[in-house]
Structures are given as structure tokens and as C-alpha cells.
């Protein structure tokens, strides 16, 4: 079964430049989740998904950030305009139901630095 | 006080030893609790559940105290494969990740 697909896996852009990150999610997972990790830190929910419609995006700062899910498949999470603190690993996670049991599988990463 | 705090570590311990982790977490309603371990530049993958009755798969055991609001992981007879950071996570509404503790088992 393929993991969950992210990418560039890479992305050094300057300060006040936009970015996006694609994820694909595992076939058939419903529930898709954006994560940031800042170096030396846990993993921080930005945003998730159910189908194509928001469940919690309390902690994503939406006046730089947006994500979408049209398709209820993959998605895509910008920055504009993007600071040095957004420098961090963003993952991109699904799972297949949305209970709090759930299992989240995470794809590899993108890794952002902005100078 | 964060939602979920874990020692960082670093833990250096010998192949064969025991060690263990332990991560608190300040939401009483918390309803679900994962260990999930880090590899050094790669995501994290889900190392086990933690339920109420405690559970045990193969070295690992992980235990939840409601009570004291903590969850622990005991690994025993470690192995140079074991190094790598483990995230405890706690789930109410949302999941959310303590910073991870550091391990490095060495020959």
C-alpha cells in the first residue's frame, strides 16, 4: 500500500516569498491532517480535514496560511507571505476514519527554510 | 504549563538495558494516548497505543496513570535500533505531540 506522498521535500524560498505543499493522502483515508514541526519540537496541528470540509484549524494562522482539500483527496497548504519563524518540517498525516482512536500515518516531509 | 510534557533527554543508555520514559499531560478529559517514535529526519510512525489496562508488545510496555495524568513507556532489553525520538501524544479534540525524549542506545 503507498504511504502518504508530500511534496517537494525541500524548499528554501526568502522571507515575504509564497510557498505551497502538496499531499496526497493513503487511497481511501477520509481525514487528512497538516502538521509543523519546528526544529527540537513536537509536531503542532495546523489544520485537518474531513472529506473536503475543515474540522479544527484553531491553531493555523490564517492570516498567512491557507489550505484547501477540494476533492476531498489530496491538498495543498500555502504561505503567503512567508516569515523566518516559518522555517520547519510540515507533514502532511492521514487516517482513515476521524475517531480519537484513529491511527495517523504520516508522509516524509517537507522540509522549509526561509531566509 | 504545556498540554503535554515530556523529559528531552537525552537518554544514552547500553545495548540490554532498560529505560524509561515518562510524559505528563494537563487535559483530564484526554480521551485516547499514542506513543509515536521519530526517527532523525524522518517522520513519525506510531509505536503503540496506550490503554487504560496497560499494554505490552514484544520489549515495549506502556502504561496510563488518569489519575496523576501521565503516560509511560518502558523499553527493555534495548537495541542499537531502538535510538530515535519518542513523541508522546495525547488526543481530546486534536492530537497533541509533546516535544519527544531523545535515545540513543549505544554497543
Known amino acids: 500500500e503507498a504511504g502518504v506522498a508530500q511534496s517537494p521535500r525541500y524548499k528554501i524560498i526568502e522571507k515575504r516569498q509564497s510557498v505551497a505543499f502538496w499531499c496526497n493522502p493513503i487511497s481511501g483515508h477520509a481525514t487528512l491532517y497538516w502538521y509543523q514541526q519546528i526544529l527540537g519540537q513536537g509536531p503542532k496541528l495546523l489544520i485537518q480535514f474531513q472529506n473536503n470540509g475543515v474540522v479544527d484549524d484553531s491553531q493555523l494562522p490564517k492570516d498567512r496560511f491557507s489550505a484547501e482539500r477540494l476533492k476531498g483527496v489530496d491538498s495543498t497548504l500555502k504561505i503567503q507571505p512567508a516569515k523566518l519563524e516559518d522555517s520547519a518540517v510540515y507533514l502532511c498525516a492521514s487516517s482513515l476514519g476521524w475517531g480519537k482512536g484513529e491511527t495517523q500515518y504520516f508522509g516524509p516531509g517537507t522540509r522549509l527554510l526561509v531566509l | ?107
Open chain 2, 1 to 107: 504549563r504545556k498540554e503535554v510534557e515530556q523529559d528531552p533527554g537525552p537518554f544514552n543508555v547500553p545495548e540490554g538495558a532498560t529505560v524509561a520514559f515518562n510524559c505528563t499531560y494537563s487535559n483530564s478529559a484526554s480521551q485516547s494516548f499514542f506513543w509515536y517514535r521519530q526517527d532523525c529526519r524522518k517522520e513519525p510512525k506510531l509505536l503503540m497505543s496506550v490503554y487504560s489496562s496497560g499494554n505490552e508488545d514484544g520489549r515495549f510496555t506502556a502504561q496510563l496513570n488518569r489519575a496523576s495524568q501521565y503516560i509511560s513507556l518502558l523499553i527493555r532489553d534495548s537495541k542499537l535500533s531502538d535510538s530515535a525520538t519518542y513523541l508522546c501524544v495525547v488526543n481530546n479534540n486534536d492530537m497533541r505531540f509533546g516535544a519527544g525524549t531523545r535515545l540513543t542506545v549505544k554497543p
